[in-house]
């Protein structure tokens, strides 16, 4: 094989295309409605959300930080956009204001992680809780509807005369910008360096304390963008809109090939390992396995997206050592 | 930090490291007696605002209610110790309090066999975190996370939308949590022997001084010969034991036990325990800390309840604890360590 044919295929995104084809072919022999334009639109239009909140969070996570807090920031995004509308607020004015609160709730993260100097992990677990919390205190058990049909088209409908969700048009849009950014600017080269090596990165010059604080805000817009989106394609506006939807958004973005540690990662690996989850969850949709029990696939994906490649990593690291050493004290 | 200690062992630093940590275990044991102080004015807040409050048999109904989380809480500070966390424990609990309820429903095992089978589950689901954890070296965080759902998932493939109801339960079951030791419910006592006997070993064994020196600093353990990653697993083994044995009991308190059961446990867990002062970097903190945690946020609960105040409140109020203990943790850590900075210098 030509050299620049075996590089490719050794790609993490070519492993990630083979397991997508692997499961439309797994899901075709599971039913016979899995391949078909409306059902692969069906899908599509079922994982934008997740897709939008796993862009800022593998930018998050190439960075070397994590944010658990996006699915509840979707959840107050949504309870917050329900409660304004059902005072009567215009949504050309909900909607600003909304994610102008999912940036504050961003900045709050990034704030406590930057400034306090606090661990990302904690202070997302305890957003998490949180904001959560804050989405039943301002919706309690309420469920808001009454949307107007141009706002709920936007979330449930096809862009007219196509099977192109409305959504994906804007996922793919901030795809292609996230893609320019991180892949062809300086701030994308940012990004990586502070993931890589945060001390040289700040030795180097670069405002590791903003860039992070921007991607915690850039995340908690975003994931508010996703509650005005779920909301519109329910035509329900909940508290608990979004709950369990860290594990598809943290696995989507591992499972694409991000370096858990920080200063590895692709955007086209993620936007192809959000397809790969969400084909599978289809397929289990269509062969009657409920979301939750799917969810044991999914969490085994996430757990073996990083497991793989470092015990693969190992393996090969301790064939040549085992020559050298003798075995007495290799025990 | 801890890197910096290696690097540099000059004698002003390594003493002043060593000052850092007495100070930490001071300021630890002032976040006892400071748990104890804001308790007991909540606790006078609340009876003077609703006398209905202060009363034995509410004690009573808050104690219960923090056994069942307490026990958990134990297991977590086990894991945290070492600077590790534990997403898993509400499936965990979940799983086991399904299981050990259909067992008893379907009269597969006696009481005695059910609880054995349940605590043996939640053993083996600890040891399947703790393989994930300390021979793939998957950082806890993505593992638990992992499990947390797949766990889960596994509850709803097993109770396939079926439920266990007191009527399915035998008293001798039920019986646990409604019996009592000279007056004292079973289970707060079962709890407080449980926490009792992990300070204890975790303050005086070796295996427990060697967990805190994992969480303290993981290369110098390394160095010094201790089995890090050994005693990595065995914490998660006995952070699923701990969950286990809460879930084994959770039928008996709950009389009826679906699949949803105990989820969300693990943010009101790890409020607990962050509150009761154990360091989410790892290395200190004691069980007795994390208890008194998980004591001062059920009465906060139950006081909410006695007030009429929403308890839609209680989630955005673990939230908001979870993130204030950590940035006072934070803020002391990093007073003293200014001051300790410069008198070492000197």
């Not at chain 1, 915690?216 to 394609?233: K, M």
């Not at chain 2, 493939?157 to 339960?169: C, F, H, T």
């Not at chain 2, 409604?178 to 022997?193: D, E, H, K, M, R």
Request: with cysteine; net charge positive; aromatic share 8%.
């Amino acid at each position: 094989m030509r050299p620049w044919a075996i590089a490719l295929l050794r790609r993490w995104e070519s492993l990630l295309v083979l397991a997508f084809v692997a499961f439309v072919v797994l899901g075709s022999s599971l039913s016979p409605y899995f391949v078909s334009g409306s059902n692969f639109s069906d899908l599509t239009s079922n994982l934008m959300e997740k897709a939008i909140m796993a862009l800022p969070l593998a930018l998050i996570i190439i960075a070397g930080e994590i944010d658990l807090s996006v699915e509840s920031m979707l959840g107050l995004s949504s309870a917050l956009l329900g409660f304004t509308y059902a005072l009567g607020w215009p949504l050309w004015l909900d909607v600003p204001l909304v994610l102008a609160v999912g940036g504050a709730g961003g900045l709050l993260n990034g704030l406590l992680v930057t400034r306090a100097g606090l661990p990302s992990l904690v202070v997302t677990l305890g957003t998490l809780a949180l904001y959560r919390g804050l989405a039943s205190v301002v919706l309690g058990p309420r469920s808001i509807s009454g949307w107007p049909e141009w706002f709920t088209n936007f979330g449930f409908g096809d862009i007219p005369g196509t099977l192109i969700p409305w959504p994906l048009l804007v996922f793919a849009a901030l795809a292609v910008a996230f893609v320019f950014v991180l892949h062809r600017t300086w701030i994308g080269r940012q990004i990586y360096a502070i993931g890589k090596n945060k001390e040289a990165a700040r030795y180097a010059g670069i405002n590791v304390a903003r860039v992070k604080t921007y991607l915690f805000v850039l995340s908690g817009v975003l994931s508010a963008l996703a509650g005005v989106i779920l909301t519109a394609r329910f035509s329900s506006a909940r508290a608990d809109n979004g709950q369990g939807f860290v594990l598809d958004t943290v696995t989507s973005v591992l499972l694409g090939g991000v370096n858990i540690f920080g200063g590895e990662g692709t955007i086209v690996g993620v936007v192809l390992a959000i397809f790969v989850i969400g084909v599978l969850r289809n397929g289990l949709t269509l062969a009657d396995v409920s979301p939750d029990t799917q969810s044991v696939a999914v969490g085994a994906l996430l757990i073996l997206s990083v497991a793989g490649p470092t015990l693969v990593r190992r393996i090969s690291a301790a064939r040549p050592r085992r020559q050298l050493t003798n075995p007495v004290s290799n025990s | 930090m801890s890197v910096r200690a290696i690097d540099s062992p000059t004698s002003s630093a390594l003493a002043g490291r060593i000052g850092l940590e007495r100070t930490l275990t001071l300021v630890a044991r002032l976040r006892e007696v400071g748990i104890l102080l804001v308790l007991l004015v909540v606790v006078a807040i609340v009876s003077i605002q609703a006398p209905l409050f202060f009363s034995v048999s509410n004690f009573e109904q808050i104690l219960l209610n923090v056994s069942l989380i307490a026990v958990v809480a134990v297991g977590q500070t086990t894991v945290v110790l070492t600077r590790n966390v534990d997403l898993s424990v509400g499936s965990v609990v979940g799983l086991v309090a399904f299981v050990t309820g259909d067992l008893l429903k379907e009269h597969t095992l006696d009481v005695p066999g059910a609880i054995a089978v349940g605590c043996l589950l939640g053993v083996g689901l600890g040891a399947f975190n703790g393989l994930i954890i300390a021979v793939a070296r998957v950082p806890a965080i993505v593992a638990t996370l992992g499990t947390l759902y797949v766990y889960r998932g596994l509850d709803f493939l097993v109770a396939g939308g079926k439920q266990v109801s007191a009527i399915d339960l035998p008293r001798g079951y039920l019986g646990i949590a409604s019996s009592s030791v000279l007056g004292v419910p079973t289970l707060i006592v079962a709890a407080a022997l449980i926490a009792l006997v992990a300070a204890y070993l975790l303050r005086n064994s070796g295996v427990g001084r060697e967990l805190y020196a994992i969480g303290s600093n993981p290369a110098a353990a390394e160095v010094i010969g201790i089995p890090t990653q050994r005693l990595i697993f065995g914490a998660f083994v006995v952070c699923g034991l701990c969950a286990g044995i809460a879930g084994v009991l959770w039928g008996s308190r709950f009389g009826s036990v679906n699949a949803l059961a105990a989820s969300g446990l693990e943010l009101q867990v790890i409020a607990a325990v962050v509150v009761g002062g154990v360091n989410i970097f790892g290395g200190s903190g004691t069980v007795v800390g994390a208890v008194l945690g998980a004591i001062l946020l059920a009465t906060i609960e139950n006081a909410l309840r006695i007030l009429h105040l929403s308890e839609f409140w209680l989630l955005a109020i673990d939230g908001a604890v979870i993130l204030l203990a950590v940035a006072t943790d934070a803020a002391i850590r990093g007073y003293f360590q200014r001051i300790l900075m410069r008198t070492g210098r000197r």
